[in-house]
């Protein structure tokens, strides 16, 4: 009966959009083709598995909570992840990062790894039926420890570095190459000072000779190059060495792919409105999709107007030239849980943009017709959107509305808890 009123609400939503000239059915499709890049690091406090007890330090970014349970081997983590995406509709791919290898207890440093050490991961990827991303860490390391990595003063940090950089492509586009599916590699370094420089030349000249050596390694088509930008974090709040100007222009003239972290610019600057000036000038854009919170660049993702804002933006632009990866991490709750509330809330927003008429909005715009234009946008949030997206988390076949938070309440019950 929950199945009958489910498609009877749908058929009425799908009127009421077709009067404002939207196809729901075609909304469905369009997004139940969207991949996210679900972040492993939620789910273990951006800790990994180097040693049994390492921990996120440094960096300039912070895990504030201490919800017990959380994945404490790949396997752990790979059984929470397991239930989150079965909460989650459609397929989505999983960003790893290096410090997530398997090392089997021996001692591997970040200048040795290897795609040994991710096959673990890979042979599950395969068995989902999931793409693999990727991500060299430069943080939580003896050599990161005075903030400077890449960048730094010191050629033979930054030589350890590179080689890590080198090593982490090359495990990237392995990953690439066994799955059938370009991986993007995502470089995001720490490096910036938490008091003014006398010298912010020749940190980022550094930098770039280090980003020269690491690029100019080719690794075949099976590897996509992403930088991320950021404006200050914890303890580099004065001078960050990877400004957005900085890898803007090493991106764009490099052909690399710019990766945006919503929680990494001034609060309030849009990075919904920074997509369509890059896209004018590359091919594709990453996106971290995150939530600021005064000082955090990391909560989690709840339908928020920046959010809407941004999937506009790429629905506008094309889904097809924005990578969309998640970027948060929130040690105060069950981290399943996140995981599931910040993906919906992601898909959601897509699911809202698809359902704009824009060529509709646009008529308006063209022809100055700017009350219309206003009043458009405002009668669209009085739209049954949530019936569309009842009824798409029902052909998914995931739990619709509320009850996916119960199986993964009983989850963490059962699994979570018992870990101690
Ligand atoms: C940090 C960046 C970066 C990290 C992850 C763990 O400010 O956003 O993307 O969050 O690499
Ligand atoms: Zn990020």
């Given at each position: 009966?929950?199945?009958?009123?489910?498609?009877?609400s749908?058929?009425?939503?799908k009127?009421?959009?077709?009067?404002?000239?939207?196809?729901?059915?075609?909304a469905?499709?369009?997004?139940?083709?969207?991949?996210l890049?679900?972040?492993?690091?939620?789910?273990?406090?951006?800790?990994?598995?180097e040693?049994?007890?390492?921990?996120?330090?440094?960096?300039?970014i912070?895990?504030?909570?201490n919800?017990?349970?959380?994945?404490r081997?790949?396997?752990?983590?790979?059984?929470?992840?397991?239930?989150?995406?079965?909460?989650i509709?459609?397929k989505?791919?999983?960003n790893?990062?290096a410090?997530?290898g398997e090392?089997?207890?021996?001692?591997?440093?970040?200048?040795?790894?290897?795609?040994?050490?991710?096959?673990?991961?890979?042979?599950?990827?395969?068995?989902?039926?999931?793409?693999?991303?990727?991500?060299?860490?430069?943080?939580?390391?003896?050599?990161?420890?005075?903030?400077?990595?890449?960048?730094?003063a010191d050629?033979s940090?930054?030589?350890?570095?590179?080689e890590?950089?080198?090593?982490a492509?090359?495990?990237?586009?392995?990953?690439?190459?066994?799955?059938?599916q370009?991986?993007?590699?995502?470089?995001w370094?720490?490096?910036?000072?938490?008091?003014?420089?006398?010298?912010?030349?020749?940190?980022?000249?550094r930098?770039?000779?280090?980003?020269?050596a690491?690029?100019?390694e080719k690794?075949?088509?099976?590897?996509?190059?992403a930088?991320?930008?950021?404006?200050?974090?914890?303890?580099s709040?004065?001078?960050?060495v990877?400004?957005?100007?900085?890898?803007?222009?090493?991106?764009?003239?490099?052909?690399l792919?710019?990766?945006?972290?919503?929680?990494?610019?001034?609060?309030?600057?849009?990075?919904?409105?920074?997509?369509?000036?890059?896209?004018?000038?590359?091919?594709?854009?990453?996106?971290?999709v995150?939530r600021?919170?005064?000082w955090?660049?990391?909560h989690?993702v709840?339908g928020?107007?920046?959010?809407y804002?941004?999937?506009?933006?790429?629905?506008r632009?094309?889904?097809d030239?924005?990578?969309?990866?998640?970027?948060?991490?929130?040690?105060?709750?069950?981290?399943?849980?996140?995981w599931?509330?910040g993906?919906?809330?992601?898909?959601?927003?897509?699911?809202?943009?698809?359902?704009?008429?824009?060529?509709?909005l646009?008529?308006?715009?063209?022809?100055?017709?700017?009350?219309?234009?206003?009043?458009?946008?405002?009668e669209?949030?009085?739209?049954?959107?949530?019936?569309?997206?009842n009824?798409?988390?029902?052909?998914?076949?995931?739990?619709?509305?509320?009850?996916?938070?119960?199986?993964?309440?009983?989850?963490?019950?059962?699994?979570?808890?018992?870990?101690?």
């Amino acid at each position: 009966m929950i199945t009958k009123r489910l498609e009877n609400s749908y058929l009425t939503a799908k009127e009421r959009y077709a009067e404002i000239g939207i196809d729901t059915d075609r909304a469905i499709e369009q997004l139940s083709r969207v991949a996210l890049s679900l972040h492993c690091w939620q789910g273990d406090d951006v800790g990994g598995f180097e040693t049994p007890d390492s921990e996120l330090s440094g960096g300039g970014i912070q895990v504030t909570g201490n919800y017990p349970g959380k994945a404490r081997s790949a396997d752990e983590l790979r059984a929470d992840l397991d239930m989150a995406y079965a909460m989650i509709p459609g397929k989505h791919r999983l960003n790893l990062h290096a410090i997530y290898g398997e090392f089997g207890g021996k001692k591997v440093d970040r200048n040795e790894i290897a795609p040994e050490h991710y096959q673990g991961w890979i042979d599950w990827a395969r068995t989902q039926g999931i793409a693999l991303d990727f991500n060299a860490t430069l943080f939580s390391h003896q050599l990161a420890n005075d903030g400077f990595t890449l960048s730094s003063a010191d050629g033979s940090v930054r030589e350890f570095w590179i080689e890590h950089c080198k090593r982490a492509r090359a495990v990237g586009a392995y990953m690439g190459k066994e799955l059938g599916q370009t991986c993007i590699h995502n470089l995001w370094i720490p490096d910036g000072s938490k008091d003014f420089p006398a010298d912010r030349y020749a940190p980022r000249e550094r930098l770039r000779a280090s980003l020269d050596a690491i690029y100019s390694e080719k690794v075949g088509d099976t590897l996509a190059d992403a930088v991320e930008c950021k404006l200050f974090g914890i303890g580099s709040e004065s001078f960050v060495v990877g400004s957005h100007e900085f890898y803007m222009g090493y991106a764009l003239k490099n052909d690399l792919m710019v990766c945006l972290d919503m929680g990494h610019f001034h609060p309030t600057e849009s990075v919904a409105d920074k997509i369509s000036s890059i896209l004018l000038f590359a091919e594709e854009v990453l996106l971290h999709v995150s939530r600021g919170v005064r000082w955090d660049s990391d909560h989690v993702v709840i339908g928020s107007d920046e959010l809407y804002s941004l999937a506009r933006e790429v629905v506008r632009a094309g889904l097809d030239r924005v990578h969309i990866a998640l970027d948060y991490f929130d040690a105060t709750l069950n981290r399943v849980g996140a995981w599931v509330t910040g993906s919906r809330a992601a898909q959601r927003a897509i699911l809202l943009a698809l359902l704009e008429p824009t060529d509709t909005l646009r008529g308006y715009e063209d022809s100055g017709r700017l009350f219309e234009r206003l009043a458009m946008f405002e009668e669209l949030k009085s739209m049954p959107s949530g019936d569309v997206w009842n009824y798409f988390l029902y052909k998914a076949g995931v739990p619709v509305g509320t009850d996916w938070m119960k199986v993964v309440s009983d989850y963490g019950e059962k699994v979570i808890a018992a870990r101690s």
